[in-house]
């Protein structure tokens, strides 16, 4: 992976995975093709996914009770809130 692919967004990369799937559902393109689109899918899932899991964590950190310890749900598991750009 080349520093340019390190550093796409998450946004990007999800674009990205978007037209992958438009041009894998067209029919259009050829097995070598499809292959090769299929495995930067892959990691661009992998991106995505590791991005969003360090964005849950960040969260989790700030939901924090007035003493600092994390605030804890019914099972035990750190209290999360949706995320929703713009709030805030």
Excluded at 15 to 34: A, C, F, H, P, Q
């Amino acid at each position: 992976m080349t520093k340019k692919e390190a550093d796409i967004s998450f946004e990007k990369a999800f674009t990205r995975l978007e037209e992958i799937l438009e041009k894998l559902n067209s029919g259009s393109v050829t097995l070598d093709e499809s292959l090769t689109l299929y495995e930067e899918a892959d990691k661009l899932i992998t991106k995505c996914g590791l991005k969003l899991s360090a964005a849950e964590k960040s969260v989790e950190k700030l939901i924090k009770q007035r003493n600092g310890a994390l605030s804890m749900d019914a099972e035990n598991n750190p209290t999360k809130e949706p995320f929703s750009p713009g709030n805030g």
